[in-house]
């Protein structure tokens, strides 16, 4: 079992109703049963295709996710962390993230 979840940290995973379709230099982001759907653009896209790389099906914490975009994106921790925290919050307001139980 994960530590950071044996230690009380939220962990997250991609919502397993997206579905990611590319088009050029955009995307379309379907979430299947809410009958919704985002365009995103390209560094979007790529960022939803790394996570599902990077983590597959399994939980992610908010830390995990700051480290790969500091990996990723050439970003310092501090920022990377910063970034992450943001991106979490957004994405699960969107529907983009679940939390894992």
């Known amino acids: 079992m994960d530590p950071e979840a044996d230690a009380g940290v939220a ?3 991609l919502s397993p109703e997206l579905a990611l379709e590319r088009f050029g230099e ?7 049963t ?3 759907f985002l365009t995103v653009n390209r560094a979007a896209a790529d960022l939803v295709e790394l996570i599902e790389s990077a983590f597959a099906a399994q939980g ?7 480290g790969l975009l500091a990996q990723n994106y050439e970003l310092h921790t501090e920022e990377a962390a910063h970034e992450a925290q943001a991106l979490v919050e957004a994405w699960l307001e969107q529907g983009l993230l679940v939390t894992v139980t």
């Open 60 to 66: 992610f914490a908010v830390s995990d996710l700051g």
């Open 11 to 13: 962990l997250y995973r």
């Open 26 to 32: 955009e995307a379309l982001i379907l979430l299947e």
């Open 34 to 36: 809410q009958d919704r």
